[in-house]
């Protein structure tokens, strides 16, 4: 069992950037497909990103693609959301997710273990 930890959360203007980390303990994280999804206050939560067990492939949710970048350094054990060209709308909670299932996938269900989050905040 693989447990997750998210850091890099803040309060940052409109515009600026971020960089998420999560670091994983307990198994090797290439032994996990990943993903990041968010959840705004009073919404559901949302897929953002994701990726394969070495690097390739990688999917993103259609608001986020250009702005935000997923990556993992699975000798480091840690998971990255390189965060730029933030808006308001992408404020929320941060959530990375390892899955088990046997191909990339953007669905929460299909994810097996989440870390506590990270608070992400985006001022106009």
């Known amino acids: 069992q693989v447990q997750l930890v998210e850091s890099g959360g803040g309060l940052v203007q409109a515009g600026g950037s971020l960089r998420l980390s999560c670091a994983a303990s307990?198994?090797?994280?290439?032994?996990?497909?990943m993903g990041w999804f968010r959840q705004a206050p009073g919404k559901e939560r949302e897929f953002v990103a994701c990726?394969?067990?070495?690097?390739?492939?990688?999917s993103y949710a259609n608001s986020v693609k250009g702005r935000l970048t997923i990556s993992r350094d699975n000798v480091k054990n840690t998971l990255y959301l390189q965060m730029n060209g933030l808006k308001p709308e992408d404020t929320g909670v941060y959530y990375c997710?390892?899955?088990?299932?046997?191909?990339?996938?953007?669905?929460?269900?299909?994810?097996?273990?989440w870390g506590q989050g990270t608070q992400v905040t985006v001022s106009s």
């Open positions: 997710a390892a899955s088990s299932s046997p191909a990339v996938s953007t669905q929460a269900n299909d994810y097996h273990y």
């Open positions: 307990g198994r090797t994280l290439s032994n996990y497909r």
């Open positions: 990726i394969s067990r070495y690097g390739v492939p990688t």
